[in-house]
């Protein structure tokens, strides 16, 4: 089913702790330049661009060019709302363990 192929794809996406991170920063932030992201998460460029390029390609981010910078700012906000869940989730799932 089509609808599943697009769920697969946002959720696997979103799935690296540095595409986490971006998110993070893009909704504190609102619009960030590449640079601007890559002096605050720190790691390779190429590594960065190919992060943002995932969460574009998947809909989540949207670019566009101002002069020589890209700019990036999440495509809906209802993005956070999935990671809210997954960070109750992982919280709720860390108690367990600890209580075990």
Known sequence: ?????????????????????????????????????????????????RHLNTLVQAGILIAWKEGVKMNYKVANEKVFKILDIAEQLSEEHIAQIVSQ
């Open 1 to 49: 089913m089509k609808k599943d192929f697009y769920i697969e794809k946002i959720l696997t996406a979103i799935s690296h702790p540095n595409r986490i991170k971006i998110l993070k920063l893009l909704r504190r932030e609102k619009v960030m330049c590449g640079c601007e992201i890559l002096s605050t998460i720190k790691i390779e460029q190429s590594n960065l661009s």
